[in-house]
């Protein structure tokens, strides 16, 4: 994210711009915020008193992930898939900004036998199990630091046949 900040070139001009990443700034919603720099104190090159805004800019923070979920199978064999994420990973095609997700980083909430649970998926099914697939959490790292998680709504049932 490009900021401007109360420096002031070698002519004494214009105001330099930096580029901020990381926990720099933080946002708390997805909406509009107002940003108001200010001076640091009183000794700064703009010469303005300690606390006299700088200047203001208007940020809309947008999501532009592109998160897609295709059903692929309405039942998958239960002989060959043992699990419920083995059985989802067969019957849904999940991307992210056109591309597959890696499974590993993966959490699914779903419904089997009337309880609702929300974990790796690890869980046996047998041929003849419904499972309702509510959502797929999938954690994606960025930087080696910050982690998003991005929540595909699935909302179908999936059979595991013979």
Do not use: M
């Not at 900004?97 to 998926?121: F, M």
Request: aromatic fraction near 8%; charged fraction near 20%; hydrophobic fraction near 35%.
């Amino acid at each position: 994210i490009p900021v401007a900040f109360n420096t002031v070139d070698a002519t004494g001009g214009a105001i330099a711009t930096k580029h901020v990443t990381g926990t720099a700034i933080s946002f708390v919603d997805l909406t509009s915020y107002l940003v108001t720099a200010k001076a640091k104190n009183a000794t700064n090159p703009t010469g303005r008193s300690t606390g006299v805004p700088i200047g203001t800019v208007t940020l809309e923070v947008k999501d532009s992930s592109k998160l897609e979920v295709k059903r692929d199978k309405a039942s998958v064999s239960a002989a060959s898939f043992g699990t419920v994420k083995e059985a989802v990973k067969e019957a849904f095609k999940v991307k992210l900004n056109d591309s597959d997700i890696n499974w590993d980083h993966t959490e699914i909430e779903y419904t089997l036998g009337g309880a609702k649970v929300t974990d790796e998926g690890d869980t046996v099914v047998v041929a003849g199990n419904s499972v309702y697939i509510s959502k797929i959490f999938f954690e994606k790292t960025y930087d080696d630091t910050t982690v998003i998680t991005y929540t595909f709504n699935v909302n179908q049932s999936l059979t595991l046949s013979r």
